[in-house]
Nanobody, 125 residues
Framework: HVQLVESGGDSVQDGGSLTLSCASL????????????VAWFRQAPGKELEGVAA????????YYLDSSKGRFSISRDNAENAVYLQMNDLRPDDTATYYC???????????????WGQGTQVTVS
């Protein structure tokens, strides 16, 4: 059984920074093929779910939403079974519930991900 647990959401000022974390319980991000890709999605009130960033299990390939490039960084800590999203220069339009997700391949299509965290709220004002 795979469970993803998110943390790190908070309220920050415009231009501030925040780091989100997603931990895997009961499985291994590296060894479990079902978790070959870990991604962050977000959903603002009344808006569609959108992919923010994704990383392969090797950590060699990463992908970012255009609006996140240069500001956000996704990384893995394999020893801790954790994936992080470092967010810098946050803007009010980054306000959303952020979800981590895992699946067999990286995609901006939410349907490609099998496992999801509960979501963590990020508010920028």
């Amino acid at each position: 059984h795979v469970q993803l647990v998110e943390s790190g959401g908070d309220s920050v000022q415009d231009g501030g920074s925040l780091t989100l974390s997603c931990a895997s319980l009961g499985s291994d991000f590296v060894r479990d093929d079902k978790l070959s890709c870990v991604a962050w999605f977000r959903q603002a009130p009344g808006k569609e779910l959108e992919g923010v960033a994704a990383i392969y299990s090797t950590g060699s390939s990463t992908y970012y939403l255009d609006s996140s490039k240069g500001r956000f960084s996704i990384s893995r800590d394999n020893a801790e079974n954790a994936v992080y999203l470092q967010m810098n220069d946050l803007r009010p339009d980054d306000t959303a519930t952020y979800y981590c997700a895992a699946g067999r391949s990286c995609s901006e299509d939410q349907e490609r991900y099998t496992y999801w965290g509960q979501g963590t709220q990020v508010t920028v004002s």
